[in-house]
Every structure is written in C-alpha cells, then in structure tokens.
C-alpha cells in the first residue's frame, strides 16, 4: 500500500495563478480531508469529504474548491492564488470520521 | 464553539527529564481526543487517541473532564521524542465527526 500520496512535492506560483493539488490513498478510506499548516497556527481544515460526491467546508475554505468523483482521488484546486495561500498542504484519510487520520507528505506551496 | 488550546509553543528539557505537554479543549459535548505526532521529514501520525488508552513509546494521555484536559505525559525523555505534537478534537458537525487541531507544541530534548 502507498497510503495517501501527495503531487506535487512543491509548487512555486504567481499571484493569480490556479492549480490542482493532487491527493490520492489506495486504503478505500471513506473520510478524506485537506488542511494547510501554517507556523504557530496549527492545522486547520480547509474541506472534507465522507465519501466520494459529497464534500462539505471546514475551517478555512475561502479560495479553494474540492470534488471526490472517487472514493480515491480528493484533489484540491486554487482558483486564483494569492500569497495568503504560501503554506505546507496535508491530505488526509480515515475510515470513517470517529478514526484515526492518515496523513500524506505534504506539498509545500509558495504563491509570489 | 469548540476549541483545542495548547499553550506551549516550544517546549524544551533535557533527556532524562519528565514531560508534559498540554492541551485544553472546549467542546459541549462528549470529547473524543487524539494525540498527533511529525518527527523531522516525516509525515504526521496519530500517536495515541483517549479511548485506546494505550502507552505509546512511553507517552500516556488522561483525560481529564472536570479540567477539560488531554496532557501528554513521558516520565523519562529521549531525545527521539524530539519534534512536533498536536492535539486534536473530534467534534460533531452537521452528522459528521470533524477534527480540529491546536496550535502545535514543538519539544526539543536535549542531550
């Protein structure tokens, strides 16, 4: 098993730009989540899903889109990033939400 | 609303020495609470949660409802425990269970 896999490792963009964080887990995790984590402000949660065509706002969704047309893949766009949006980004599944989350790598994203 | 407070952002001591790293939630309801850990250039992995309560690498976690409380607790450190901890609380949302995190509490063990 992979687990949760992350891509890209790191991105650079411009003010303005859009683009898609991958996140994918081979475990058929129901529950999957994003977070950014940001230095003395912790995790928090940007959107979640509790399986595939249903995905609700957390914490911080302003700017970003998700969709889980699969039990699989939870990709997060950016629509038009902004450099309040230079953070690390963590994907994370469950099997169901009462459970322990499994993280991925994380994606280091810079907005200039 | 529910909230997790950890206090400390760094916590440092020397190996050997006793542990505690704290959090306090907020949370109306019946908490349910998880301790999170990320070593260096590792991912995050859950460490322990209140309901295995269950010594992991040493750490034990009580929870505490009369204090609203999850201290981690080690008695002796090493320095592999060195890295960053997170408390986390379940909380019920709109039937679902959502996880919210505190702010993180970076320990440094020294030699």
């Known amino acids: 098993n992979a687990g949760v896999t992350q891509t890209p490792k790191f991105q650079v963009l411009k003010t303005g730009q859009s683009m898609t964080l991958q996140c994918a887990q081979d475990?058929?995790?129901?529950?999957m989540s994003w977070y950014r984590q940001d230095p003395g402000m912790g995790l928090r949660l940007i959107h979640y899903?509790?399986?595939?065509?249903?995905?609700d706002q957390g914490e911080v969704p302003n700017g970003y889109n998700v969709s889980r047309s699969t039990t699989e893949d939870f990709p997060l766009r950016l629509l038009s990033a902004a450099p309040s949006q230079t953070s690390v980004y963590f994907c994370?599944?469950?099997?169901?939400?009462?459970?322990?989350?499994?993280f991925g790598p994380g994606t280091r994203l810079t907005v200039l | 609303a529910q909230r997790v407070t950890q206090p400390e952002k760094l916590l440092s001591v020397f190996k050997g020495a006793p542990v505690e790293l704290k959090c306090n939630y907020s949370?109306?309801?019946?908490?349910?609470l998880f301790w999170y850990v990320q070593y260096s250039r590792q991912r995050l992995q859950l460490l322990l949660r209140?309901?295995s309560r269950e010594s992991i690498k040493g750490f034990t976690a009580d929870l505490n409802k009369g204090e609203t409380s999850f201290h981690l607790k080690k008695p002796f450190a090493q320095e592999e425990d060195s890295a960053m901890y997170y408390c986390?609380?379940?909380?019920?949302?709109?039937?679902?269970?959502?996880?919210?995190f505190g702010r993180g509490t970076s320990l440094i063990v020294h030699p």
């Open positions: 994370a599944s469950s099997p169901y939400d009462r459970n322990e989350q499994f």
């Open positions: 475990m058929n995790h129901e529950y």
């Open positions: 899903s509790v399986g595939a065509g249903i995905t």
């Open positions: 949370y109306s309801g019946s908490p349910e």
């Open positions: 209140h309901i």
């Open positions: 986390a609380l379940l909380f019920a949302s709109g039937g679902s269970y959502i996880p919210t």
